[in-house]
Nanobody, 123 residues
Framework: VQLQASGGGLVQAGGSLRLSCAAS????????MGWFRQAPGKEREFVAA????????YYAGSVKDRFTISRDNVKNTVYLQMNSLKPEDTAVYYC?????????????????WGQGTLVTVSS
């Protein structure tokens, strides 16, 4: 399984970015796809996740109502639309794949990780 994250960049507070995670290597119908982030000096934290089959979504409280996770089954791509960005959203964002469909909010539940894309929000 290969995960390729893209879409990070520099944006002013209040702005928007859309991250993409292209997945390849096998079928993902039983998977949960997630986004995590890690700021300098902090632990990796859960941001959002989506079940590939059915589309159920999960969000961290800090991003709920600002971020939206979605998927494109044809393109095997998961997106994270980030609106109303805040300086505290600055981090490296990672996409990940959870093969067993449990523990959606826990990094330990994920089996495959992308390389990360940097999001910087200026004040």
């Amino acid at each position: 399984v290969q995960l390729q994250a893209s879409g990070g960049g520099l944006v002013q507070a209040g702005g928007s970015l859309r991250l993409s995670c292209a997945a390849s290597g096998r079928t993902f119908t039983t998977y949960i796809m997630g986004w995590f982030r890690q700021a300098p000096g902090k632990e990796r934290e859960f941001v959002a996740a989506i079940r590939w089959s059915g589309g159920s979504t999960y969000y961290a409280g800090s991003v709920k109502d600002r971020f939206t996770i979605s998927r494109d089954n044809v393109k095997n791509t998961v997106y994270l639309q980030m609106n109303s960005l805040k300086p505290e959203d600055t981090a490296v964002y990672y996409c990940a794949a959870n093969a067993y469909g449990v523990a959606a909010k826990e990094p330990m539940g994920y089996d495959y990780w992308g390389q990360g894309t940097l999001v910087t929000v200026s004040s």
